[in-house]
């Protein structure tokens, strides 16, 4: 008799999501929302208003994770738990999306350099109607990033597609003078709270 071996879908198209469940062992099935039959699968990132970061990721990874969960519907497959996540960097209360290009993304780490900001990663998980959603707030600190590191650091392309134009686990994490909170978390899934979420729906975790 065959035992089926626990797994969960991850409703996003993040290699670092991606790189951080193998982290850990959990099994995976990528749940793509964009290439669903289902155009409205997609998720308007656009900040409302004064939105503040914490609100502002929280409401971006509940609309992921209702998403996800309609999608695994639409489409019939076996019923696993869904994990979607969103991130944001902010300083001093304004969010930091991810850079339109070159000249976007210099203006982000010239606001961010020499200065603590913090990076706010909300997890969402959900299985059938029941949703459960944690947030992680870390501080990072930057050294004084001079024109020239900045030039070098854009010609990597590293910050293409990443919130706050930065990947810490990249050539950016020569940046940083200070950390307080999560490293998996300003990568862009929180692991701490991703297994306490798991766990709430008796997932075997480490």
């Not at 071996?5 to 790189?19: K, V």
């Not at 099994?27 to 289902?38: A, G, K, M």
């Not at 990076?119 to 004084?144: G, M, N, P, Y």
């Given at each position: 008799?065959?035992?089926?071996?626990?797994?969960?879908?991850?409703?996003?198209?993040?290699?670092?999501?991606?790189?951080?469940?193998?982290?850990?062992?959990?099994?995976?099935?990528?749940?793509?929302?964009?290439?669903?039959?289902?155009?409205?699968?997609?998720?308007?990132?656009?900040?409302?208003?004064?939105?503040?970061?914490?609100?502002?990721?929280?409401?971006?990874?509940?609309?992921?994770?209702?998403?996800?969960?309609?999608?695994?519907?639409?489409?019939?497959?076996?019923?696993?738990?869904?994990?979607?996540a969103?991130?944001?960097?902010?300083?001093?209360?304004?969010?930091?999306?991810?850079?339109?290009?070159?000249?976007?993304?210099?203006e982000?780490?010239?606001?961010?350099?020499?200065r603590?900001?913090?990076?706010?990663?909300?997890?969402?998980?959900?299985?059938?109607?029941?949703?459960?959603?944690?947030?992680?707030?870390?501080?990072?600190?930057?050294?004084?990033?001079?024109?020239?590191?900045?030039?070098?650091?854009?010609?990597?392309?590293?910050?293409?597609?990443?919130?706050?134009?930065?990947?810490?686990?990249?050539?950016?994490?020569?940046?940083?003078?200070?950390?307080?909170?999560?490293?998996?978390?300003?990568?862009?899934?929180?692991?701490?709270?991703?297994?306490?979420?798991?766990?709430?729906?008796?997932?075997?975790?480490?």
């Amino acid at each position: 008799m065959s035992i089926t071996q626990p797994r969960i879908y991850l409703a996003s198209q993040s290699p670092r999501r991606r790189e951080l469940l193998k982290q850990i062992g959990i099994n995976f099935e990528l749940l793509l929302l964009r290439s669903d039959v289902c155009r409205n699968m997609d998720v308007d990132e656009t900040i409302r208003g004064d939105e503040q970061p914490e609100v502002h990721v929280r409401r971006i990874c509940q609309e992921k994770i209702e998403a996800g969960r309609n999608s695994l519907s639409l489409r019939n497959l076996p019923v696993f738990p869904v994990l979607a996540a969103d991130t944001v960097v902010a300083l001093e209360g304004k969010v930091f999306g991810k850079p339109e290009n070159a000249e976007h993304a210099a203006e982000m780490l010239r606001q961010l350099s020499g200065r603590e900001h913090q990076v706010f990663s909300a997890v969402a998980i959900a299985l059938r109607e029941r949703i459960e959603i944690a947030l992680s707030t870390s501080s990072v600190r930057f050294a004084t990033l001079s024109e020239e590191r900045i030039r070098r650091y854009l010609r990597t392309s590293e910050y293409n597609d990443k919130a706050g134009s930065y990947a810490i686990q990249g050539q950016a994490g020569a940046f940083v003078e200070h950390i307080s909170g999560s490293y998996s978390g300003v990568m862009g899934l929180p692991l701490f709270e991703t297994v306490q979420l798991l766990k709430l729906f008796d997932y075997p975790t480490p």
